[in-house]
């Protein structure tokens, strides 16, 4: 029997400035993941990557079809260095970095992490992801072309959100615990954190 799910795709940032363009429906034999949850868009490409509860799933952003879908152990959150045409597949559960080409749709190389993540950010000018461990008390920096942890940022209370910001190559992370919570600015040139505002 054939089942689908279906999730609505807006093509109003993703390809041409349209409106909402339609349902697109796809196999779970193909899509490998019952909860669409996370997007990531290849302009180069004109690629949309769907993560979701076991994998990620690529369509085609121009016929609106799906391409392929790659099966994954947990919910997974994907992430795209743009320049080098790789998708970062964040795993939870499985607390496990995935490099997938995007020209191939296959799986090149793989992290395991010490422990669950949240949050996390990529640095697109160094291609760098930053991936923060709670239970661990501390943040690593992943570097792309290696797929190997390079630095540790600390992280005394329970990491909470972080941004970077290109333009100024810096990471902003929040933290927290019971009775207060704290922001600090990190330089991404040296990982070093130049503020700390509690």
């Known amino acids: 029997m054939r089942q689908s799910i279906a999730f609505f795709l807006l093509t109003v940032t993703l390809v041409s400035g349209q409106r909402l363009a339609r349902t697109i429906a796809y196999l779970d034999t193909l899509a490998t993941t019952p909860v ?3 997007l990531a868009y290849d302009s180069t490409g004109r690629r949309v990557y769907v993560g979701g509860a076991s994998g990620v799933v690529e369509v085609d952003a121009v016929t609106r079809e799906c391409v392929t879908g790659c099966r994954l152990p947990g919910m997974t959150e994907p992430c795209l260095a743009a320049g080098r045409r790789v998708l970062y597949c964040l795993t939870h559960g499985a607390n496990r970095v995935y490099q997938l080409d995007c020209a191939t749709g296959r ?3 793989s992290l395991q992490l010490p422990g669950e993540f949240s949050p996390w950010c990529y640095n697109s000018r160094q291609d760098r992801l930053y991936v923060f461990l709670p239970e661990c008390g501390f943040g690593l920096t992943i570097d792309g072309a290696t ?3 390079i630095d540790t940022l600390s992280s005394p209370m329970t990491p909470w959100a ?3 910001y290109p333009a100024r190559n810096k990471l902003y992370y929040t933290s927290q615990n019971d009775t ?10 040296t990982d070093s954190v130049l503020v700390l505002l509690c």
């Not at 207060?180 to 040139?189: F, K, Y």
């Open 162 to 164: 972080a941004m970077y």
């Open 180 to 189: 207060a919570s704290s922001l600090a600015i990190v330089d991404c040139e």
């Open 147 to 149: 797929n190997r942890v």
């Open 36 to 38: 669409p949850s996370f």
């Open 107 to 109: 799986i090149v190389d």
